[in-house]
T-cell receptor
């Protein structure tokens, strides 16, 4: 199977940095996505990693290590609007395989 | 934003009744997907389509059927709704299938349909 694990919930402080980890147990995939989903809304695309290393996009970065079986999402200078769920997904064989998501709570 | 709409947005129905959810796109994307989202499970693929009249099963297809008679419309039918099918249903579209090229092909999601089966 293609198990994907992420923490269920994390809490961080406005202005701080938070790292959300996603681990997986498969080698057969093209790349990994991160999506953001605000409560009651649809998921929206954040980033995609196919090669090992860092992909940066403004306050958000994502880092993939295929040899260690993980990807993480790094959010800097946290804002209240970053309170949302963050979904990791494997891009594999005509489908996306989704993790259960990490609910991020931002406190003032 | 990608032009994807879902109807209805909310529906309450009774066990045993048939239900059809509609996904409509204006992007002319070839690939369309139906997911359900439940707490603790993330998004799970029900069925997907790779062209008009071309569909395939996903991870949780039992109890669901789909049809795609036009590029822009993808219908999800629950032949006889059960309480276990209470969920939020999302439609998604993409230009190309996932996992087939080195360039990512993100999926764009509709606003979702909240279905309650009593």
């Amino acid at each position: 199977g293609q198990n994907i694990d992420q923490p269920t919930e994390m809490t961080a402080t406005e202005g701080a940095i938070v790292q959300i980890n996603c681990t997986y147990q498969t080698s057969g995939f093209n790349g990994l996505f991160w999506y953001q989903q605000h409560a009651g809304e649809a998921p929206t695309f954040l980033s995609y990693n196919v090669l090992d290393g860092l992909e940066e996009k403004g306050r958000f970065s994502s880092f993939l290590s295929r040899s260690k079986g993980y990807i993480y999402l790094l959010l800097k200078e946290l804002q209240m609007k970053d309170s949302a769920s963050y979904l990791c997904a494997l891009d594999s064989n005509y489908q996306l395989i989704w993790g259960a998501g990490t609910k991020l709570i931002i406190k003032p | 934003d990608a032009g994807i709409t879902q109807s209805p947005r909310h529906k309450v129905t009774e066990t045993g009744t048939p239900v059809t959810l509609r996904c409509h796109q204006t992007e002319n994307h070839r690939y369309m997907y139906w997911y359900r989202q439940d707490p603790g499970h993330g998004l799970r693929l029900i069925h997907y389509s790779y062209g008009v009249k071309d569909t395939d099963k996903g991870e949780v297809s039992d109890g669901y059927s789909v049809s795609r008679s036009k590029t822009e419309d993808f219908l999800l039918t629950l032949e006889s709704a059960t309480s276990s099918q209470t969920s939020v249903y999302f439609c998604a579209i993409s230009e190309s299938p996932s996992g087939t090229t080195r360039v990512y092909n993100e999926q764009f999601f509709g606003p979702g349909t909240r279905l309650t089966v009593l």
